[in-house]
């Protein structure tokens, strides 16, 4: 009865089967260990910033370039504050307002992107408490630049003189005539009148939109492998009953063609 299974067609169909279970139970594996990643991450940065609070700061330049395991830990930087900024769009505690954005020139040149505090409305430089003059030494939360258009950065162009829609070294400098750390830092204690910045989590952790979407599409793939096995048996279920009726005579013979004896 099952030796319809070597036929060309039933060929075909167990062929399929046998790939497409696999591919599917790969797939799915593969984009389950991206949530279990994400959620490691989401675990990593945490346990990342309560030891951030707890260890002394060190040197800017043994944190560089920031990664994930740099992004979040304390820095110090000493310099001299120069050219000021805002950045407009920033929202704090569900409250709209803009970062304090103040460049910090090092002994080496290049100057640091330093975000002294956020402040509510819209920008306004006569709102912005004057940075402080002299040499400084500041301590503060390492940050990786933002891109334009992720993570809530705007991505809008034509501000105003005196903005920057996002903190990073490919839009600064454009702006100032020296050279830029790719990296920047907000104060672990804002200067006085501001509101202090958290840090943000390194790109691509935590438990995201993107990481719920690997916890949707590893279902769909599990989902598609059962479909793909339900499927194959309800053909040869299909099949074995069709021969069944076949054997007893059940299975209606083709109706015989008309002919008009008369016309002939």
Known sequence: M????LTPRWWGINVFVLLAIPFCIFMGSWQLSRFEDRMQDQQTVTDQAESGKREAARPLAELLPVDKATSG????ATGR????LLVPDRELDDKAGYYVLTLLRTDGGKALPVVRGWLPGTP?????????T???TVTGALQASETPGSNG??????LPAGQTGAISAASLVNLVPYDVYDAWVTLSEADSGMTAVPAAAPADTGLDLKAFQNLGYTGEW???????????FRLLRREIEFL???????????EPVAVDVGSK
């Open 124 to 132: 306004d430089p006569a709102k912005v408490p004057a940075a402080p």
């Open 134 to 136: 002299g040499e400084v």
């Open 81 to 84: 504050y120069d050219r000021q």
């Open 222 to 232: 599990f989902v598609f492998a059962g479909f793909v096995v339900f499927m194959w």
């Open 73 to 76: 830990r304390l820095v110090t």
């Open 244 to 254: 069944r009726d076949a054997e007893l005579g059940l299975v209606p013979d083709e």
């Open 2 to 5: 099952y030796r319809f299974l």
């Open 153 to 158: 950065v705007s991505a809008q162009g034509g």
